[in-house]
């Protein structure tokens, strides 16, 4: 009999059977694991910079006759703009410029070219509560509130769509008249046959969940400071990708890409918040060209909420059938995305939601159905893992539920099923490294599951979940022909500093470190030599910047092919100087020697390097990647493919206050597959933070609205984050495991960390209560009714709030 194939005509994983082996062309076997500078603790490169106040970030700069600007945005969700008069603004002392739709470019932009439906000003209609409307520059910022006060603008207030599960209604008032029905994004994809496989399933299971609006909440406001001279753009911005700015900008006004230039100076945190273009270097850049002066534009906390790019609230409905042993025969995944008034990097979000949910578990059969929809809410974007973390806590929750059912311990029903290396996914994801059994087997054992689980006191419980995220999305926003990502290092004349040149950006979790570690490793050279120029369009190399967990991976190949590259160039010269074969020689830590002999050092680095620049000038190195080809031939195909994928595996442990609902989180142990690792100071950092962000996500966040439309929370005092005195113990802890599609065998840490999170906290609470709270965030309200419905229908005494008294349920 022969084994079935999927849609692409590859052969399925058939649980019944070894895993389907896939062979990378091209890569290499495992290397000696005996580095110099990766796998070492190293401070981060600009931590002086940062813990003594010496770091500029964007809001810091002051340039000669500098202005400031503000954005008007709209006070209404939906809304016809009938007029707008700026004279009296224009009058006022210290105003400089006043600017609407008529004086900017009516190009519309966006992030994903799929859907460009975004201008830099209003011209018809506004779409929700932060709409931009008109800006101004003035001398100083007393003088832009005085001016935005006195611009009026005429409105017509029309019908709001706010609840997304009826934007698509049929007389739902349309926000974007070119997408009836306000329907953003529509995704049906089907792998195998999801039918049959519920027939053949001895148990079938639906539950519903729902995925709560959130906001990245970065410490650093966005800012962005805009100088036109000469025909030329120079923009100072907080930004996850300068090339992406770059680009769009450019296009928004006519420019060659030559003549924009984008700088990012140091980050205070992005999470995904700002890897677009905002309002700021659009209405900057006009204001900028209209007064000849620079121009710095900021958003206050309250308008970085209304900017939003945050995650999405989702509403998704699973089904799965299994065997009587648990084994997953089919998944069928049904999901509406509440979009915003825009598109964002919604369409990737939306795809990412659906189609990262086969990597942890292998089945053949999957069906994915996504609606993204309009509403006149702020829009939403990509927030640290896109759109996958709140699929992934709605099927864990959801696994937990079936095992539940069937009486199989939560952690046997996920080793049943959990991915095996070099395997494929019925949506063509090609996995070649995956440690994901050894992660659950290593976070049972660490966690003390065996002996926790069913033998917790009253209150407390314990919950498992797993995760998955790609290590760089495989194909780039746009220029699918562009490398991903390009490097050069220049040693200087005397050999005793080499720097590294990077496109890459550092905002905050970083990777200007772990790059240098990986050039001084591929040089043979000390991470403490290493200096950085990075992020600056017209002096570094091509690279997309810091999104989708990429930069490790294939950033780090760049710069890794540049470093070789050196150290090739190094020892040529070398074995020219010593009479000797360079291919015999080596180089680590600056001092070089023969392979047979490494004890006896024969030159140093400094030497050779002082040498090469006298017989042939600067000594440098370049480098480029490109991923191989991924990913099948179905509509979405890209979106999600990646050159390798880290898994995960998180236990916690929770108490509830029976009498409340609070939720202390007492312990997390995570487990992760990442390959080899850079820096494991960073790596666990890393960890400790996406946590704290999932955790938070869990329990306490939402971005919440009245009921006009506007943000009833948009401030860090209204907003709910946890602090240092809610986080757990951590407990972080990695498996061995090389990936051969990364340099060194690297993959990513930073975005997969936070999928397990909401779902393993949600599944502990489940475990200490016994009933299910089926959405986001689990606050200490649903918790203490969920508590207060199961009493009832155990016919115990409830205490009612707001009577302060205690009845028993009939």
């Not at 990708?241 to 450019?250: C, G, M, R, T, V």
């Not at 509403?375 to 696994?399: D, I, K, M, S, V």
């Not at 949506?427 to 660490?446: F, G, I, T, W």
């Not at 000594?619 to 080809?629: D, F, I, M, V, W």
């Amino acid at each position: 009999m022969s084994q079935p194939t999927n849609a692409a005509g590859q052969p399925q994983n058939d649980p019944k059977l070894p895993p389907r082996e896939y062979t990378h062309p091209g890569l290499p076997e495992p290397e000696n694991k005996d580095y110099a500078v990766i796998g070492k603790s190293k401070p981060k490169i600009d931590a002086r910079e940062k813990v003594t106040g010496q770091a500029r970030y964007t809001a810091d700069l002051k340039f000669p006759n500098m202005l400031y600007g503000k954005i008007l945005t709209s006070p209404y969700a939906h809304a016809r703009i009938l007029s707008i008069d700026t004279s009296e603004a224009e009058k006022l002392p210290g105003v400089k410029a006043v600017i609407t739709h008529k004086d900017v470019p009516t190009l519309k932009y966006g992030i994903s070219p799929a859907r460009w439906d975004e201008n830099i000003f209003c011209s018809e209609t506004v779409k929700f509560v932060g709409d931009k409307v008109a800006a101004v520059a003035c001398i100083d910022e007393e003088t832009c509130y005085k001016a935005l006060k006195a611009i009026k603008v005429d409105y017509e207030v029309l019908p709001a769509v706010l609840d997304p599960l009826h934007a698509m209604d049929e007389d739902a008032p349309q926000i974007h008249p070119e997408y009836p029905r306000n329907n953003n994004t529509e995704i049906h994809q089907d792998f195998g046959d999801v039918d049959a496989a519920f027939k053949q399933a001895d148990y079938v299971r639906t539950d519903f969940f729902v995925g709560n609006r959130t906001y990245q909440a970065p410490l650093e406001p966005h800012t962005a400071t805009s100088i036109w001279q000469d025909g030329k753009l120079t923009v100072y911005s907080s930004t996850q990708s300068p090339h992406y700015f770059q680009y769009y900008i450019a296009r928004e006004f006519g420019l060659p890409m030559g003549d924009v230039r984008v700088i990012k100076t140091y980050v205070g945190g992005g999470f995904g918040g700002k890897l677009e273009p905002t309002g700021l270097e659009f209405a900057g850049a006009a204001l900028s060209k209209i007064t000849g002066r620079p121009v710095k534009m900021f958003y206050d906390r309250a308008e970085m909420f209304a900017h939003n790019r945050g995650r999405h609230r989702q509403y998704m409905k699973l089904t799965t059938g299994v065997d009587k042993e648990g084994m997953i025969l089919g998944v069928h995944a049904d999901f509406i995305m509440d979009g915003g008034a825009y598109t964002s990097l919604g369409i990737a979000s939306a795809y990412y939601a659906g189609a990262m949910l086969t990597l942890t578990y292998e089945f053949d059969n999957y069906r994915f159905d996504m609606h993204r929809v309009y509403t006149n809410l702020p829009a939403c974007g990509a927030q640290r893992g896109h759109g996958a973390p709140q699929p992934r806590y709605a099927f864990e929750a959801h696994l937990d539920n079936i095992a539940k059912d069937l009486g199989i311990d939560p952690i046997e029903i996920r080793l049943k099923n959990a991915r095996r290396p070099n395997t494929v996914t019925p949506n063509d994801y090609v996995v070649n490294s995956c440690e994901m059994v050894a992660c659950l087997e290593k976070a049972r054992d660490v966690s003390g599951w065996r002996d926790k689980k069913g033998h917790l006191p009253p209150g407390r419980g314990i919950g498992i979940a797993t995760g998955s995220f790609v290590s760089g999305a495989g194909y780039p926003i746009y220029r699918t022909d562009l490398p991903q990502a390009s490097a050069m290092i220049k040693v200087g004349e005397d050999g005793t500093a080499a720097t590294l040149y990077t496109g890459a950006t550092d905002i905050g979790q970083g990777s200007d470190t772990i790059l240098c570690q990986m050039a001084a490793e591929a040089m043979g050279y000390t991470y403490e030599q290493m200096k950085i120029v990075a992020a600056d369009t017209e002096t570094t190399p091509h690279d997309f910047g810091a999104y989708a967990s990429r930069q490790t991976l294939m950033s780090g190949a760049a710069v890794k092919q540049a470093g070789e590259e050196v150290k090739t160039q190094l020892l040529e010269t070398a074995g020219q100087m010593l009479d000797f074969p360079p291919e015999q020689l080596e180089v680590r830590l600056g001092k070089i020697f023969a392979k047979d002999n490494p004890d006896t050092i024969l030159t140093t680095f400094e030497d050779v390097a002082r040498t090469f620049f006298v017989r042939k000038g600067p000594l440098t190195g370049r480098g480029s990647y490109a991923p191989p080809k991924l990913g099948g031939k179905f509509k979405g195909a890209p979106v999600g493919t990646s050159p390798a994928y880290s898994f995960a595996a998180q236990v916690s442990e929770v108490e509830i206050d029976q009498e409340t609902g609070e939720v202390a989180v007492l312990d997390v142990w995570d487990v992760h597959d990442c390959g080899q690792v850079i820096n494991p100071a960073l790596l666990h950092a890393q960890v400790h933070g996406a946590l704290y962000m999932g955790m938070g996500e869990a329990i306490w966040e939402e971005v919440r609205f009245d009921k006009n439309g506007k943000i009833a929370n948009p401030t860090l005092g209204e907003y709910r984050l946890p602090t240092a005195l809610d986080m757990p113990r951590v407990h972080s802890s990695l498996v061995p495991s090389y990936e051969p599609a990364g340099p060194w065998g690297v993959k990513e840490v930073g975005e997969g960390a936070t999928l397990p999170t909401m779902g393993c906290f949600r599944n502990a609470i489940f475990d200490a209560m016994g009933v299910s709270v089926n959405s986001l965030p689990l606050t200490p309200e649903k918790v203490w009714s969920a508590l207060r419905e199961k009493r009832k229908a155990d016919g115990e005494e409830v205490w009612d709030p707001m009577t302060c008294e205690c009845y028993l349920e009939d």
